[in-house]
């Protein structure tokens, strides 16, 4: 079975500081993962996504991924934090629908990223 | 390219009236379609599957009687809340993938309060 444990419910940081949102995750096969970003009542865009191409990973809006099969990690980063960056971050791992075919998500429980000025 | 739509994106309903919730796939066709439903700062959780044209594959503990899903065409489907009540209320989250992938594309949501 698949499963992702982000570690941190909350974190904060200041404007300009680096940003870390640790994600570990426990899958029977290659996984695919995600992180998405929710603002305040709206839905989920995607940040990145891994599929077993490149470890690191780029998405949008600055942030970055590391694939680390020997961690079972899939921390996300970005250099400099930004105002516009304070939402709710959610990692993600695909996992078995019934019947085994893949495609569902299986979301971690969040972590809320406040940005201090 | 791959943008969802869901309509409405706020309602408020009497208790024991019915909702009907709309996700469509507006550029693209979408073979599968999934309903999540959020509380309050917490995660997503899957309700259901839908494949076009056949029935749903609703998650355990979900009760498919209460939410009625439609997959009718493969850029729309529908969630119905039958005989809503209070603890109903919540955030509904569809979303949509095409056929070759295991990205799915979200909906910005339905908040749905029951009085």
Redesign the interface.
Known sequence: AQSVTQLDSHVSVSEGTPVLLRCNYSSSYSP?L?W?VQHP??????LL?Y?SAATLVKGINGFEAEFKKSETSFHLTKPSAHMSDAAEY?CVV?GM??GGA????I????T?LAVQP | GAVVSQHPSRVICKSGTSVKIECRSLDFQATTMFWYRQFPKQSLMLMATSNEGSKATYEQGVEKDKFLINHASLTLSTLTVTSAHPEDSSFYICSASLPTGDEQYFGPGTRLTVT
């Open positions: 695919s995600f998405y009542n709206k839905g989920l865009q995607l996504k599929t959610f695909s629908l019934q893949t495609n569902k998500l979301f971690g429980t969040g809320l």
